[in-house]
């Protein structure tokens, strides 16, 4: 299972998460800790409807990243807010405030959390947008679990290229470069193709999470049956994909996902990478609103 590797790497974590909370997010917030079979669940809720009730328009789900949390989503949050009510989850597994209890061996029991979250939510058609893993999370859930979402938007999804050499390097040389002096960041961050570098809370949350052990599947390549199981659940899905994409080769995964589910809605977002959420931030929330209206019962 995913956990510090004592004491006092959780309670330095700890500190930079609660401060990066604070700086980061915008706006009224409320938190729920959520039981599932796997482990608590945080869940940041904001928008209308906060108070009581799912509220107007339909309900947006936010699944980051590996190695990320609900925080991946603050140039979103705001304006998606203003329009819908937002659940931003820490995922279990991941580095945030909630606790894992019991292992996540594969898709489905990925799959078996999400569904556990979202039942406690009371949320039956809500719009999951899903950012790498969380992309790959979320299309297990449509494999295993369907029924329970009523449209998805996937930020440069895993599950679609094995992890690669070229992905490394880039994780790699944004780790690098986030450690750089300030002035030289906004180069640097050009050179590797990663806005996060710039994205100077995350990247002091990410180093107090050294200590951190994560033990989550390593998400194998969706066959053409799984993806044409997928696109039978009828679910709109739009994917954004990165034109420069660490993960994979963009073109060659929108021709599949063209092939594979035609109903798809597929775009290669130029000038982004993989971490699209920071790269192209307002396209990013326009899209999920524009998916967000279009799939409004």
Not at 52 to 58: E, K
Not at 271 to 285: E, K, N, Q, Y
Request: glycine content about 10%; aromatic content about 6%; proline content about 8%.
């Amino acid at each position: 299972m995913s956990e510090f590797r004592n004491t006092r790497a959780a309670d330095r974590f700890r500190a930079a998460y609660d401060h990066a909370l604070a700086a980061l997010w915008p706006g009224p917030r409320t938190a729920h800790d959520l039981p599932t079979a796997y482990g608590r669940t945080r869940v940041y809720r904001t928008g209308p409807g906060s108070s009581g009730g799912v509220g107007a328009g339909r309900p947006v789900v936010l699944l980051a990243a590996s190695g990320g949390n609900a925080l991946m989503w603050h140039h979103q949050l705001a304006e998606l807010a203003s329009h819908h009510p937002v659940f931003a989850i820490d995922p279990v597994g991941e580095p945030g405030a909630s606790e894992q209890s019991a292992p996540i061996a594969d898709g489905a029991d990925a799959a078996a959390w999400l569904d556990q979250v979202l039942a406690e939510l009371g949320l039956h058609d809500a719009h999951v947008v899903g950012c790498s893993y969380g992309g790959w999370v979320a299309l297990q859930h449509q494999l295993h679990r369907p029924g329970r979402v009523g449209a998805l938007t996937l930020l440069d999804p895993a599950g679609f290229n094995g992890f690669g050499l070229r992905f490394y390097a880039w994780l790699i040389a944004g780790g690098l470069a986030a450690c750089a002096p300030r002035t030289l960041r906004p180069r640097l961050a050009r050179l590797v193709g990663n806005s996060a570098v710039l994205e100077g809370e995350l990247m002091k949350m990410s180093r107090a999470a050294a200590g951190f052990r994560r033990a989550l599947p390593v998400p194998p390549v969706l066959t053409d049956e799984e993806l044409d199981r997928i696109a039978r659940t009828g679910v709109p899905a739009q994917f954004l994909l990165g034109a420069r994409s660490a993960l994979h080769d963009s073109p060659a995964v929108a021709a599949r996902i063209a092939r594979l589910l035609p109903a798809a809605r597929v775009e290669i977002v130029p000038d982004a990478g993989h971490s699209l959420p920071m790269d192209r931030p307002g396209l990013v929330t326009a899209r999920i609103l524009s998916a967000s209206s279009a799939a409004t019962p």
